[in-house]
């Protein structure tokens, strides 16, 4: 008997797979190991070609061979398999909502933790459907967890007995997504796509090309440190030039504040005394010209402090991440995106191409010569105890995978 893609979610989101910035190991958790070897295994189960965890990469690979007596071009999907580590991944105890009726979602009453569409307005999409929610004491997993149910379930399709016709497909599921760790371990040659999708974005209907261009920022500021009662002409705050370095920056450009294509100077954390602060920073922009200006504009409010206060006082290190994967996409490989258009409206859905105000998997894989845009997913509110997805958009997302691996059924 043929498992649903809501199944194969619940039991994925059981296993903890929060990634950690803080390990030295890779992946940065065993959970990830723990659930890469079960997708390994399950992969085999359905008659998967050359299915297996590679501890190398931290990645599980697969392949689908062919059927269509065709010697075309691989197609690709991958899916990470690690959740965000801001918000617990253990023990998580998914509910399903049926039948919604638009009101609020009580998702713990003991501790007052209520799911309302005053706060997600969205949320009135879906009445009358079924939507998964967490308890309220962690985050769900549907980033990206669904995304890995639904090409599991795909798999299971394309390698049954009555098969649609379909040319050959890999399966790839990452590590480390979120701390952006994982990827650059990705073995290209093993993976053996011409192009992919990634399978990890939002709402039912999003199709994504265009992403961030990215960059972190770490400032450091050395004060000077003296009795107050003699600091007049001496002392040197460090905490109070890391303010300063921060008002240098415009405040309407915060994410707070920006949406669709707007760039942002995103303050992560701020620590410190009066002998020394730390900052440290996200940048991020779709347009590469606006994203060299915020690194320009990051490294000039350094050089007026040093102007203001001494050499050596502000010390700004920039790195950049991962950057806008429009630049692979368009216009050669456009075709990726019109054939996820004409598969969603064949199936019904109201294709939505927007920009990622992110990044994925996709973004680093485009530039190493995969083009590799993004589809939706099905879930919202990631990375947070509010996080939930739809049944019937999961549904509908697998049956938009097999219409894509499958294009002569479409």
């Known amino acids: 008997m043929k498992e649903t893609v809501i199944s194969r979610f619940l039991r994925y989101a059981a296993v903890d797979t929060q990634s950690s910035e803080e390990s030295d190991s890779f992946p940065s958790t065993e959970g990830q190991t723990v659930l890469a070897r079960m997708l390994a295994e399950e992969l085999k189960s359905l008659g998967v070609h050359d299915a297996g965890y590679d501890p190398a990469s931290g990645c599980v690979y697969g392949h689908i061979p062919a059927n269509n007596g065709g010697a075309g071009k691989t197609l690709g999907f991958i899916s990470h398999m690690d ?25 713990n009453e003991a501790e007052g933790i209520v799911l309302s569409p005053k706060m997600y307005p969205e949320m009135r999409d879906y009445i009358g459907k079924t939507l998964i929610v967490t308890d309220g004491t962690t985050l769900l997993g549907a980033d990206d967890k669904a995304g890995v149910a639904e090409i599991m379930t795909m798999a299971e399709a394309l390698t049954a007995e009555d098969a649609p016709l379909h040319g050959r497909i890999a399966i790839a ?55 107050t ?27 707070e504040h920006t949406e669709g294509y707007e760039g942002f100077f995103h303050l992560e954390r701020i620590a410190g005394g009066v002998e020394s602060a730390e900052l440290e920073y996200l940048i991020r922009d779709h347009d590469r010209e606006k994203f060299n200006a915020r690194r320009v504009l990051m490294l000039s409010a350094a050089e007026e402090l040093n102007a ?15 950057r806008n994967m429009r630049e692979k996409i368009y216009p050669d490989n456009m075709f990726l995106i019109e054939n996820a258009e004409r598969c969603m409206k064949a199936l019904g859905i109201e294709p939505r191409i927007q920009p990622i105000r992110g990044g994925t998997d996709g973004a680093f894989l485009s530039w190493r010569g995969l083009p590799c845009p993004n589809l939706c997913a099905g879930g919202h509110n990631f990375h947070g105890r509010y996080e939930y997805c739809c049944k019937e958009s999961m549904e509908k997302i697998t049956q938009l995978l097999i219409m894509l691996a499958a294009p002569e059924e479409g």
Do not use: Q, W
């Open 83 to 107: 959740t965000s580590p801001e918000t617990s991944g253990k023990n998580v105890r998914p509910r399903l909502v049926e039948n919604y009726d638009g009101g609020d979602i009580v998702l």
């Open 173 to 227: 599921f990452t590590p480390d997504e979120e701390i952006g760790g994982g990827i650059a371990r990705f073995d290209l040659a093993r993976f053996g796509a011409d192009h992919a999708y990634t399978v990890d974005g939002g709402a039912l209907g999003e199709l994504e090309y265009e992403c961030f261009n990215a960059a972190s920022a770490k400032i450091s500021i050395k004060g000077v440190n003296i009795h």
């Open 229 to 255: 009662g003699e600091a007049k002409g001496k002392m040197k705050n460090a905490s109070r030039i890391a303010a300063e370095f921060d008002s240098l920056l415009p405040a309407e450009e915060r994410p």
């Open 308 to 322: 203001k206060y001494g050499a050596g006082t502000v010390t700004a290190e920039l790195k950049d991440s991962y």
